[in-house]
């Protein structure tokens, strides 16, 4: 299973990104897909996740500035932020939770490389 993240980059204060992230591979099914990040220094934190059945999660920092949304083909996940602010600066990870083919099942045992959002003036 391989997790392809982007939309990541440089914008102002204010302003706004939308991340993709496609999942693709030996899948059975997608239980749920999520964003999490980890700034220099601090640990990785939840962002935002989706189940199959969506239900959704934002951490408590978003305050309904981001909004998590599944493609029709329920293998994407898009996350677009708002209002970003500097401390939103981190490297962004989507996350999945697959039952693949064949295998053993492990929750949320599959990650993307990461895509770097920095906001800064």
């Known amino acids: 299973v391989q997790l392809q993240a982007s939309g990541g980059g440089l914008v102002h204060p204010g302003g706004s990104l939308r991340l993709s992230c496609v999942a693709s591979?030996?899948?059975?099914?997608?239980?749920?897909m999520g964003w999490y990040r980890q700034a220099p220094g601090k640990e990785r934190e939840l962002v935002a996740d989706?189940?199959?059945?969506?239900?959704?999660r934002y951490g408590d920092f978003v305050k309904g500035r981001f909004t998590i949304s599944r493609g029709n083909a329920k293998t994407t996940v898009y996350l677009q932020m708002d209002s970003l602010k500097a401390e939103d600066t981190a490297v962004y990870y989507c996350?999945?939770?697959?039952?693949?083919?064949?295998?053993?099942?492990?929750?949320?045992?599959?990650w993307g490389q990461g895509t770097q959002v920095t906001v800064s003036s």
């Open positions: 591979g030996s899948i059975f099914s997608i239980k749920g």
């Open positions: 996350g999945a939770d697959v039952i693949p083919d064949s295998g053993a099942y492990y929750p949320w045992d599959h």
């Open positions: 989706i189940t199959s059945g969506d239900t959704i």
